[in-house]
C-alpha cells in the first residue's frame, strides 16, 4: 500500500503500473503482479493516452480488476 509518513494510519491507498514495453526500468524492488490476459484494447487506449514521460495525461480510472491465482 502507497502511503507516505505524514498521511495518518488507516489511510493508505494503493498503486499499480500497467506497464506496455518490455524494459520498463523498475528495479527488483517492485513486485511483478501479473499480466493482462483479456482487455489489451483497454492498455492500449491507456497507452495512447502516455505523455513523453510514459504517465496518462488524464486521470485514468479502473473500475474492477481480477487477480487470480496462476
Known sequence: ????????????GSQFFVVT???AGFGA???LLGEVS??????AR???LASPREVPKQPVLIE???VEKG
Request: aromatic share 6%; proline share 10%; hydrophobic share 25%.
Open 1 to 12: 500500500m502507497a502511503k507516505t509518513p505524514s498521511e495518518p494510519p488507516g489511510s493508505a
Open 21 to 23: 514495453s518490455h524494459n
Open 29 to 31: 524492488e517492485y513486485a
Open 38 to 43: 483479456e482487455g489489451y484494447g483497454t492498455v
Open 46 to 48: 491507456i497507452n495512447k
Open 64 to 66: 474492477k480488476v481480477t
